[in-house]
């Protein structure tokens, strides 16, 4: 276990190195995390609205849909195998290296979508690249979040762990904005502009955000947690393998906790902005606004749930976000069928903003304060990304067919979403409280241990480690 550090890695929240550091990850995970949810949501919208025209012009509309969410999904078969291997690497080499590295392969595949030729111009090989495009970004993405996670939480001083790490994540909210914000545009050009060739640009628009997001990154220092494990020569050989053998409680916790969050995602940012346009029959524009609306409310309540978790705890914070979407599922999916545009504005922008938002400002600092020190990255990648096959990849898929094979009614989907809140709600049950733990430790959260001194940051030892990330300072 590790007890102490070397002097070096921090002088303390107030020192002006450390605040530069903190100021630095903070831009640079929000501008990855920018991206990534600019890039998915961006590609959710087009999946939703555009793609089945362009790509699979050759199927009927309702049948285009779901193979046109169906490559959405693919990406989510990358996801883990991405998290797996670049979680391995960031716990050996660093979280810096790593966060470059996803952020090339995420944001240049992306940017390659927009250069895809259309099915009536390649035939079959054009949907094939769509795919490959696809299982690219999901590889980088596989690690994009949790390093952006894992470095914040890090980084962050102690008693303000849960709101400096959730800072980053107001990029999701940007980066969905952003998406969503072009396609309100778009939903306002006749189709026939629109299918041209316009909808292209908002993906070849994507390599801007990784010139910003490079620039930063390169710039930034290494993770002061991992520093510890480099000067007490901890690091692990196999993250994976200890992972597996040591972490799969927490591993298997943070999955169900994921569920309702990265699942209620999608399922509202998404499948529920094709239901209302393909299937209620409103405007185009109505759904990529409603989610703009919902970004907007996300971009508050995302660090204010993770400052509320700093007060009091990331479990009941977390607990009360799963309980926002278990209340809505079934009279959210029923107004939505009504067609009425600022009720659909209403439901999403709630069940985003309030639902979601509030899981994932929690989540922030709750997922790295899980695992320990020599496995944290691959610990986290591991939760998130299974989760994101289960929960984010297979909802928008699931949820078109249950549309499809239900002639268009809302209940199957609202079903689904009360099923994976009672996953979340009941796993928020099953996991330590984590406030305010010491992220040098080298074991695991415990329900056992660390429940009893979670509420006291400083009782492990007297104030004589401050490292400038806040820990028992």
């Known amino acids: 276990m590790s007890s102490g550090a070397g002097p070096h890695v921090g002088r303390g929240s107030t020192d002006p190195e450390y605040a530069a550091n903190l100021r630095r990850a903070t831009f640079a995970s929000s501008v990855g995390s920018a991206l990534e949810y600019y890039d998915f949501a961006l590609y959710g919208l087009a999946s939703a609205l555009i793609f089945s025209k362009v790509f699979f012009s050759n199927l009927d509309p309702a049948t285009g849909t779901v193979a046109s969410f169906a490559t959405f999904g693919v990406a989510f078969v990358a996801r883990p195998l991405g998290g797996l291997f670049f979680g391995t690497v960031g716990d050996r080499l660093g979280r810096k290296w790593v966060l470059v590295a996803t952020i ?268 320990g020190n020599r496995h944290r990255y691959i610990g986290v990648a591991t939760a998130r990304e299974f989760s994101a096959v289960l929960a984010g990849g297979l909802a928008p898929v699931a949820g078109a067919w249950l549309i499809s094979i239900s002639s268009g009614a809302w209940w199957p989907v609202a079903t689904y979403v009360f099923a994976l809140s009672v996953i979340t709600f009941i796993t928020t049950f099953l996991v330590p409280e984590t406030r305010g733990r010491d992220l040098t430790l080298i074991e695991d959260a415990s329900r056992d241990t660390d429940e009893q001194v979670s509420l006291r940051p400083t009782a492990t030892s007297p104030r004589r480690r401050d490292r400038g990330t806040g820990q028992l300072a």
């Not at 111009?121 to 690249?129: E, F, K, M, S, Y």
């Not at 316009?198 to 910003?212: C, E, G, T, Y």
């Not at 200890?242 to 699942?263: D, Y």
């Open 104 to 371: 090339l392969l995420m944001g240049g595949a992306s940017t390659l979508v927009g250069a895809l030729p259309t099915y009536d111009q390649a035939g079959i090989l054009a949907p094939a690249l769509l795919v490959l495009m696809r299982l690219l970004q999901g590889f980088g993405a596989g690690a994009e979040q949790a390093g952006a996670t894992v470095l914040m939480a890090e980084y962050a001083p102690v008693r303000r762990r849960g709101f400096f790490a959730a800072l980053p994540f107001i990029g999701i909210q940007a980066g969905t904005l952003l998406a969503a914000g072009v396609f309100i545009y778009l939903g306002t050009l006749p189709s026939e502009v629109l299918l041209s060739g316009v909808w292209r640009i908002p993906f070849l628009a994507s390599i801007l955000l990784i010139a910003i997001a490079l620039f930063i990154r390169l710039r930034l220092r290494e993770s002061p947690t991992f520093i510890v494990l480099e000067e007490q020569d901890q690091i692990a050989q196999s993250p994976l393998r200890e992972v597996f053998s040591r972490s799969l409680p927490n591993v298997f916790r943070g999955i169900g906790l994921r569920m309702a969050e990265n699942g209620g995602s999608y399922l509202f940012n998404t499948l529920a902005v094709s239901f209302v346009v393909t299937t209620v029959g409103v405007g185009a524009w109505i759904g990529p606004l409603a989610v703009a609306v919902g970004s907007l409310v996300g971009m508050v309540s995302v660090p204010w749930a993770g400052a509320l978790s700093d007060r009091f705890g990331r479990i009941p914070v977390y607990r009360f976000g799963a309980g926002v979407l278990l209340v809505l599922a079934y009279p959210g999916w029923w107004l939505l069928s009504l067609g009425n545009p600022i009720v659909i504005i209403l439901v999403i922008a709630v069940a985003i903003g309030f639902g979601v938002n509030t899981m994932l400002g929690s989540q922030c600092a709750l997922l790295p304060e899980l695992f």
